[in-house]
């Protein structure tokens, strides 16, 4: 059985946050809090990390560690729990003496205060001894190699037709290259988890998007039979990426309470941790040649990106793909490259691959119209393909194009003068800029809801979702609602549990496509087995394994950004005033947490666009701009009248609900909008993110 | 963090006495600076004495416009002070250029004078630096270079010292009031940081436990016209790149007014707020325009050294230092 469409009712309302009120009251409870719900008083534990970038930890000598006042234990190579499947070098914690990277676990201390354990951290003396060959932390050190597939299972290379001879031709081309800094999640929420064993089986509070994959992955690795893990995330403080997989703090706190007596372990990652522990989006080049008649039609377009992963564990950003269904043109091809590192693991940060990629396409894009003269909008919509060029499918609800009219309109783009440089305000070069942005509309299968009747019209709803504050426990309410014809208030949602109905990670912007799409096929499961007016008691469950017509179909959301950047004539200093995303993303199930998710992806596509920067030593291998006094995200006071908007939209293609994703679209393009409204505004193309001050000093 | 002692000094004298006789002891003010590097292992003294509740928190008027604050002045506090504002703008601008203002509420003015650097390796445990760990050597050397020094640095260490503040008060030369066992000095506000020459550990010319009680600021009419420009890449909560703090006295109107008198400072540029005396020395008796600005700001970085990541520094602060006096003039430079 497959869902089918429902009727909106709840579905498009702005239903307040449930449980809004127990966030901003405090009484939601965090990862790292459960310790203190339990009987046994908690451990503390603290992650004593490498200091050097590849060698072997000789000895970790823990004496004087012990004899802090409160330290209960050091746990080490030698003595931590073997796993039974250390395959995942990531999660492979303490089970050798290997130092693969700088800031990598060597040791974890448990103590009965946190001030306790972080001492203790302090007094672990780790004799390392460094490898005989020079460690290669920086891109420009190593070899690059051709992936077997990109993040999310993407050809590395896609050609078509015949590029050079296309470039070759080209009455006018462009041909730049365009670099991405490594960028930190950096959640609100650092990676925390509470660990408990009884007997073989483990429980986890983990701040983390999937409890069944953490627990998964966990229960394989340490060789747990099934049901032996348990993992619940009631209330996570955002991930972006970062919490789609368990990391290695997830595995040292289990490893940690293993040894721990039976006692809880509470483990809260420090913020100078998480930017070596966590995963982070890894620096990319990319090398954009665009050839076009003189009216600015695209004839071929190549994309050849470069990243770097860690050489004990391949991560590869998709950099290149959005190439490959973006516009039209004959010839096209694509490449991704990788250079191994001796570092931290890179991972999925909001939209890998669009985020980095689409900078890089808009801002030649934008080249591309200065070269031919061509309005930057107008370029864009010249280039609409007809179908999907990669796949020749045809597109459902492709509505670029009105994105990009209705933002023009919306913003007073009309009165740019496309002159550079042309606009003084006071001490301030002010320019225009607008990018494209889109993100697939993906799916996830094998979600299962389950649903019980409690009687008159009310439903228990089962589904080990995750909300990370984006809203899931209000959106799935509304869903099930809609998909049961009740009021939302008649809908008892349980979600973040393992012991719940197996579900998706909250990632790919697929969370509510795929786990709505299951709880609407539970519900209908429910009327087709109990009617309409159930018993209290009786219950139905189902499994959707598919739903959107992806064969047939190229399935994607898009949008237009559109900014206003200020350039000081006197310090070079960016600040941008202005900024306005419209998108098509499919019916929006609710426009109160959907806008949150679109203003923030702009504010953190603003802040990648103009700040952040993770430095990594060349002679350290590890990130020295470690907090957030050094690695910039965007204040309050770089927001300026930022503006959201949506097509009234329908898309039952991709979901019986008519949405798709909007978790990661705000983000794309938006680097891009920002970097093009710089150049507007000076005349100076900056081709490297951040986008900084020093590049506008007369 | 390391377990210490905390005591809580009621009497100014006597927290003097307490830290004087310890080299293992340091004060603690509002903590924004020091707790944070207790957590990091970056300090790790034995017993903290905490000023922070010392009677010293007024800002008291003196004769001729000038101002005397208490080192508990709180740095919101300060900054919205009517004499401040009004005297001494410059001040109040630096204040509010700094840090957040839940940081501000708590921050007090002496411990906003003797924070530490924020170079990056200082607070990193992990890493070589000469400044926390005399010796060790400087990463920030062929590292991390952004908010490098690129005057008066040395071989040792190339930080800047980060206190907005700090370069407000060297420019419109204030006083700091010093409390030493052996009594009261005064320090000008331009001697009490140090260049890092072979010392980087010592940021300031105070002797171990002495205590800051006071900061005092004559009035003037340099001070009256006075302002503060902060560049950074984040509208707020971030440190300067360069800042410049300028005082300016013309004579004559319009385009045809001469500087009488001029008073700079710069951050962002060095060990220590930086007086800008070569500077000041070219601009004074001249008409005020964009070249002699520009001429002034070379003459001064005439000597500056700089590296791929702080080679931005100079003509930044070309831009900065006219931006500053363009706005006291009231008029356009370009
Ligand atoms: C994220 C962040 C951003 C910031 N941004 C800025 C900025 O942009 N500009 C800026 O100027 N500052 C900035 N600050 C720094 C902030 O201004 C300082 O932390 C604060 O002013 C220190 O004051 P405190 O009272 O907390 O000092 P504490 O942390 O208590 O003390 C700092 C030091 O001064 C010593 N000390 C304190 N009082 C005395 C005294 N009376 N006599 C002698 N020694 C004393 C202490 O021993 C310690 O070494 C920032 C801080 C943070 C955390
Ligand atoms: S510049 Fe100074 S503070 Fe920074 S690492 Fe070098 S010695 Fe330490």
Redesign the pocket.
């Known amino acids: 059985m497959t869902a089918t469409p429902i009727r909106a009712r709840s579905m498009g309302t702005h239903l307040t946050r449930l449980d809004g009120h127990e966030k901003v009251t405090g009484r939601a409870t965090y990862a790292a809090e459960h310790g203190f719900t339990l009987p046994e008083r908690p451990l503390h534990a603290w992650l004593v990390t490498s200091t050097i970038p590849r060698g072997r930890v000789e000895r970790v000598d823990a004496s004087d560690a012990l004899a802090h006042r409160g330290v209960v234990t050091v746990v080490d190579h030698t003595s931590a729990r073997r796993l039974a499947k250390p395959d995942d070098a990531e999660l492979a914690v303490l089970q050798d003496d290997a130092i693969a990277f700088r800031g990598q676990i060597v040791a974890v201390v448990l103590a009965e205060t946190i001030e306790a354990a972080r001492e203790g951290a302090r007094l672990v003396r780790v004799h390392q001894t460094p490898a005989d060959s020079a460690p290669q932390v920086v891109i420009e050190d190593g070899e690059p190699y051709t992936p077997e597939a990109a993040n999310a299972g993407h050809e590395p290379d896609v050609v078509q037709g015949d590029v050079d001879a296309a470039l070759a031709r080209a009455a006018v081309t462009v041909d730049a290259t365009y670099t991405t800094p490594h960028e930190f999640n950096n959640p609100m929420e650092p990676h925390a988890v509470t660990a408990t064993w009884d007997g073989d089986t483990l429980t986890l509070w983990d701040s983390t998007q999937s409890v069944h994959g953490v627990a998964a992955v966990l229960g394989r690795a340490l060789g747990l039979a099934r049901g032996k893990t348990r993992v619940l995330a009631p209330y996570v403080g955002g991930g972006f990426g970062s919490k789609g997989l368990p990391h290695a703090p997830e595995m040292a706190a289990a490893l940690a309470a293993f040894a721990a007596d039976g006692r809880p372990v509470q483990l809260a990652v420090t913020r100078q941790q998480m930017f070596a522990l966590t995963g982070y989006r890894t620096q990319t080049e990319s090398r954009v040649r665009l050839g076009a008649e003189p009216d600015g039609r695209l004839v071929a377009i190549t994309h050849d990106a470069l990243s770097q992963t860690s050489r004990y564990k391949e991560f590869v950003e998709q950099t290149a793909t959005a190439a490959r269904m973006m516009y039209a043109a004959d010839a096209r091809s694509t490449t991704h490259r990788v250079v191994p590192l001796d570092v931290a693991v890179p991972a999925w940060m909001r939209a890998p691959g669009e985020m980095p990629g689409m900078y890089a396409h808009e801002v030649a894009m934008d080249e591309l119209a200065v070269a031919c003269g061509v309005d930057p909008v107008d370029l864009r919509v010249r280039n609409e393909p007809e179908v999907e060029p990669e796949t020749g499918n045809p597109f459902n609800e492709r509505r670029l194009v009105e994105c990009l009219q209705r933002g023009a309109d919306r913003f007073g783009w009309a009165d740019r003068d496309p002159e550079p440089g042309s606009r003084l305000v006071g001490d301030w070069r002010v320019g225009l800029g607008m990018a494209s942005a889109t993100y697939p509309a993906l799916f996830m299968p094998g979600n299962t809801a389950r649903i019980r009747a409690l009687g008159d019209q009310r439903y228990a709803v089962d589904i080990g979702a995750v909300d990370i504050g984006t809203g899931a426990r209000t959106v799935l309410t509304q869903i099930a609602a809609d998909a049961l014809g009740v009021e939302p208030g008649r809908i008892e949602l349980s979600l973040g549990d393992t012991a719940l109905p197996k579900a998706t990670v909250a990632g790919g912007s697929a969370g509510t496509s795929s786990w709505g799409t299951a709880i609407v096929l539970a519900a209908q499961q429910l009327r087709a087995d109990h009617g309409d007016d159930p018993d209290a008691g009786v219950e139905s469950s189902s499994t959707s394994e598919g739903y959107p017509d992806m064969e047939n179909l190229a399935l994607h959301s898009f949008g237009a950004v559109f900014v206003e950047a200020r350039v000081h004539r006197w310090t070079g200093e960016v600040r941008v005033p202005r900024m306005l995303g419209v998108y098509s993303v499919g019916r929006v199930i609710n426009p109160t947490t959907a806008r949150s998710q679109l203003l923030g992806g702009l504010v953190m596509g603003l802040s990648g666009a103009l700040f952040e920067d993770g430095y990594r030593d060349p002679r350290h291998g590890h990130v020295v701009t470690q907090d957030?006094?050094t690695y910039h995200v965007a204040s309050h006071a770089d927001v300026g009248d930022l503006q959201v908007e949506w097509l009234d939209e329908e898309d039952t293609a991709a979901t019986p609900m008519g949405s798709r994703g909007i978790g990661e679209i705000g983000i794309v393009g938006t680097a891009a909008a920002v970097a093009n409204a710089t150049f507007h505004a000076t005349g100076t193309r900056v081709r490297a993110l951040p986008v900084t001050a020093d590049h506008f000093l007369g | 963090m390391k377990e210490l002692t905390y005591v809580r000094a009621t009497d100014a004298a006597e927290a003097v006495a307490a830290v004087a006789a310890d080299p293992d002891a340091?004060?603690?003010?509002?903590?924004?600076?020091?707790?944070?590097?207790l957590k990091l292992g970056v300090?790790t003294p034995g017993t903290v004495v905490d000023?922070?509740r010392l009677p010293l928190a007024e800002v008291e008027p003196l004769d001729g416009g000038g101002v005397r604050i208490g080192?508990n002045v709180r740095?919101t506090d300060l900054a919205v002070h009517p004499l401040v504002r009004h005297g001494f703008p410059a001040v109040s601008r630096?204040l509010l250029?700094?840090?957040?203002g839940q940081?501000?509420n708590?921050?007090?003015t002496?411990?906003?004078?003797?924070?530490?650097t924020r170079c990056v390796y200082f607070q990193d445990v992990t890493t070589p630096c000469n400044k926390r760990e005399p010796g060790s050597g400087c990463s920030a050397i062929g590292g991390f270079g952004r908010y490098d020094a690129i005057l008066g640095a040395s071989e040792a260490c190339v930080a800047t010292h980060?206190?907005?503040?700090?370069v407000a008060l060297a420019a419109l030369e204030a006083r700091v009031v010093v409390l030493g066992p052996d009594g009261e000095r005064r320090v000008p506000m331009t001697e009490l940081h140090r260049l890092p020459g072979h010392h980087p550990e010592r940021d300031t010319t105070?002797a171990h436990g002495?205590?800051?009680?006071h900061v005092e600021l004559t009035g003037s009419d340099l001070a009256l016209r006075s302002t503060y420009v902060?560049v950074r890449d984040r509208a707020s909560?971030?440190?300067?790149l360069v800042s410049v703090a300028a005082g300016l006295e013309l004579d004559g109107d319009g385009e045809d007014a001469v500087v009488r008198d001029v008073r700079l400072a710069w951050g962002g540029v060095a060990h220590k707020p930086w007086r800008a005396t070569a500077a000041e020395d070219v601009l004074r008796g001249r008409p005020l325009d964009a070249a002699a600005v520009r001429e002034a700001v070379d003459a001064e970085t005439r000597d500056a050294t700089t590296t791929t990541e702080n080679a931005y520094k100079p003509a930044m602060l070309r831009g900065a230092t006219t931006a500053a006096l363009a706005a006291l003039a009231g008029r356009d430079l370009a």
């Open positions: 957030l006094a | 340091r004060f603690l003010a509002a903590g924004t600076n020091l707790v944070d590097h300090a000023v922070s080192t740095n630096a250029a700094g840090a957040s940081i501000r708590q921050a007090t002496g411990g906003n004078l003797l924070q530490r980060p206190s907005d503040l700090a105070l002495e205590l800051v009680t902060k909560y971030a440190f300067a």
